[in-house]
């Protein structure tokens, strides 16, 4: 009696081509009928976050926000009217070039945009789990399909088969 494969050598037999044999086929499609193969990737990927990821999150989703935009415009405004208007003089904390707010500026931005990045490739690495889990869905779809189907097509035969044995009987009476 031949043992039957272990579900890493079928897969290696998948990733090397797409040709099974009947009794593999079978053992794949018991695999994967049989076993959930999804997975809730928000999760799995929440339960790997670091304390840096959820900072780049959090920072990312401020960043990203009317709320941000209209607050730093609010703060930009009150800037130039402050070292204009308010404080004259000996007084102005920064003059007309506003030389320190493009410091400030530059540094926010500087910081600001790796932060951003790690956010978005975390997001992209997310996107990728996402998409092989679909994949993996969709292959024991296909696959739960494509038995299902075969079923039917044995059943039909196996009716044809006695409707043909009746419609025999019954001449031979």
Known sequence: MEKRKTKKEI?????????????DEEELLDLLI??????????????KMTKGDRIADKVSEIAGSWRFIICFSGFLIFWV????????????IDEYPFILLNLLLSCLAALQAPVIMMSQNRQAAKDSLRNQNDYRTDL???????ELHNKMEEILRNQRR???SLEDDEEKM
Not at 11 to 23: H, I, P, T
Not at 86 to 91: A, F, K, S, T
């Open 11 to 23: 897969v290696k037999m998948l990733l090397k081509n797409n040709e099974l044999e009947a009794q």
């Open 34 to 47: 049989d076993q959930p193969i999804s997975i809730d990737v928000d999760k799995q990927e929440e339960a």
């Open 81 to 92: 009217i402050l070292n204009t208007i308010i404080l004259r003089g000996d007084y102005q």
């Open 140 to 146: 024991k779809s296909e696959l739960i399909l494509e």
């Open 162 to 164: 006695i409707l043909k």
